[in-house]
Structure formats: structure tokens, C-alpha cells
């Protein structure tokens, strides 16, 4: 997932990317990341509303942890390949939060999360939300926040708490005290995204000072 640099100096404009490549494999990735959303979603669907059996859980699982993969292998061969494009770059980020916001909404549709580790998945997606506002802002000023360490652990916490807690009631029947590790990570995972949100807003807080001047 696209982040933010904890320091505010390092502000810079944005790098170019081609338009081209559309089709390209790194780009095919990103799409199938994509159309993986509804599918996690159904298979929770299915598996609670409808009753379909635990077993669905870990379809979604395998669905899930496939696309979280590509996560990492689309943008390493766009650069390995040199075929990074506008599409790419824009749906990259977009196909991350939307398989992150989905599953925690059908998570907590299903009571997976529940009572007060729904405030954890509030603060993720309250966060997406004003991050995606600053992001669209700053493009429109060409400028471009590099990624830190500290987002790259951020996204990894919330990738891996998600997974888990989407085996949540499949996985406990074998192993006693997953959802509750899950839920752990989950807490883990909102306070890392409370952090690096604080660093996205500072480093574009000054433009939107700026502006307002």
C-alpha cells in the first residue's frame, strides 16, 4: 500500500510514470487484486448470512492471502520490467484499501469484531479515508510523499491481522485463541495506522497552510 515519509522535508514531486502497459502483467496483478474484493466479500457473505459453512472462511482466506501477494510482485516487476504506468500507480493503492476496508466490514457484519476492536477498525478506515483526501490534494499540487518503513510494517500488520481474523471461527475449532490473536494484531495494526496518518497529515499540513494564506 502507498504511504508516507514520517519527515515533512522530504516532500518531492512526483515521479513520471508511462501511460502505456496497460495489459501488462504487473498491471494484471493489480486488477486481479481487485476482483478479488467481492469474492472475499461473498465467501463471508455465504459463510454467515446465508449459512453456508465455516469451510467458506477459508476460501476467502486463500483468496485473500493470493491477492495480498500480488501486493508485493506487482510493483517489483513494474520496476524490475520498467513498465510502471499511470493505471497502475493509481489502482495500486485504491485495490489495497478496498480489500482491507471490505474485509474488516464484513468482519464486523459477521461479529468476528466486535465490542471495543471495533474502535481498532474505525481508526483504520477513518485513516484511509483522510489519507486518500491529502493524497488526491497533493496530486493536484504534483507533490508526492515517499513511502517509510514504519507504512511498509503498517500495511504488513494490517494484511496479516486481516487474514487472520478472516479464518477467525474456521481456524479456532483447530487452534483455540486465533480470532483473539488476530484481534491483538488488529489493535497492533490501528496503532502503527494512527502514527504514519499523523506523518502523512504533517508532511502535506504545510501545503494545505500554504494554500490557505
Same mark, same amino acid.
Given at each position: 500500500?502507498?504511504?508516507?515519509?514520517?519527515?515533512?522535508?522530504?516532500?518531492?514531486?512526483?515521479?513520471?510514470?508511462?501511460?502505456?502497459?496497460?495489459?501488462?502483467?504487473?498491471?494484471?496483478?493489480?486488477?486481479?487484486?481487485?476482483?478479488?474484493?467481492?469474492?472475499v466479500?461473498?465467501?463471508?457473505?455465504?459463510?454467515?448470512?446465508?449459512?453456508?459453512?465455516?469451510?467458506?472462511?477459508?476460501?476467502?482466506?486463500?483468496?485473500?492471502?493470493?491477492?495480498?501477494?500480488?501486493?508485493?510482485?506487482?510493483?517489483?516487476?513494474?520496476?524490475?520490467?520498467?513498465?510502471?504506468?499511470?493505471?497502475? #500507480?493509481?489502482?495500486?493503492?485504491?485495490?489495497?484499501?478496498?480489500?482491507?476496508?471490505?474485509?474488516l466490514?464484513?468482519?464486523?457484519?459477521?461479529?468476528?469484531?466486535?465490542?471495543?476492536?471495533?474502535?481498532?477498525?474505525?481508526?483504520?478506515?477513518?485513516?484511509?479515508?483522510?489519507?486518500?483526501?491529502?493524497?488526491?490534494f497533493?496530486?493536484?499540487?504534483?507533490?508526492?510523499?515517499?513511502?517509510?518503513?514504519?507504512?511498509?510494517?503498517?500495511?504488513?500488520?494490517q494484511?496479516?491481522?486481516?487474514?487472520?481474523?478472516?479464518?477467525?471461527?474456521?481456524?479456532?475449532?483447530?487452534?483455540?485463541?486465533?480470532?483473539?490473536?488476530?484481534?491483538?494484531?488488529?489493535?497492533?495494526?490501528?496503532?502503527?495506522?494512527?502514527?504514519?496518518?499523523?506523518?502523512?497529515? #504533517?508532511?502535506g499540513?504545510?501545503?494545505l497552510?500554504?494554500?490557505?494564506?
Open positions: 500500500m502507498v504511504d508516507v515519509a514520517s519527515n515533512p522535508q522530504t516532500v518531492r514531486e512526483p515521479a513520471k510514470v508511462k501511460r502505456g502497459h496497460a495489459f501488462s502483467l504487473p498491471n494484471l496483478l493489480t486488477y486481479g487484486r481487485c476482483v478479488a474484493v467481492p469474492l466479500a461473498a465467501c463471508l457473505f455465504w459463510s454467515d448470512i446465508l449459512e453456508g459453512g465455516v469451510w467458506l472462511r477459508w476460501v476467502a482466506v486463500v483468496i485473500y492471502v493470493v491477492a495480498a501477494v500480488t501486493d508485493f510482485f506487482d510493483g517489483y516487476l513494474a520496476r524490475a520490467w520498467q513498465q510502471q504506468s499511470a493505471i497502475g #500507480r493509481m489502482l495500486d493503492p485504491i485495490a489495497d484499501k478496498l480489500l482491507v476496508s471490505a474485509s466490514l464484513m468482519l464486523a457484519s459477521d461479529g468476528t469484531i466486535r465490542g471495543w476492536s471495533l474502535w481498532a477498525a474505525v481508526v483504520i478506515l477513518c485513516r484511509e479515508i483522510l489519507v486518500s483526501g491529502l493524497r488526491e497533493l496530486a493536484e499540487l504534483r507533490v508526492s510523499v515517499p513511502v517509510t518503513r514504519l507504512a511498509k510494517w503498517k500495511t504488513t500488520a494484511l496479516v491481522a486481516v487474514g487472520v481474523l478472516l479464518a477467525g471461527p474456521a481456524a479456532d475449532l483447530l487452534v483455540p485463541g486465533i480470532t483473539l490473536f488476530g484481534i491483538g494484531l488488529l489493535w497492533i495494526a490501528a496503532l502503527l495506522t494512527l502514527y504514519t496518518g499523523w506523518d502523512y497529515f #504533517r508532511a499540513a504545510r501545503h497552510i500554504g494554500d490557505d494564506a
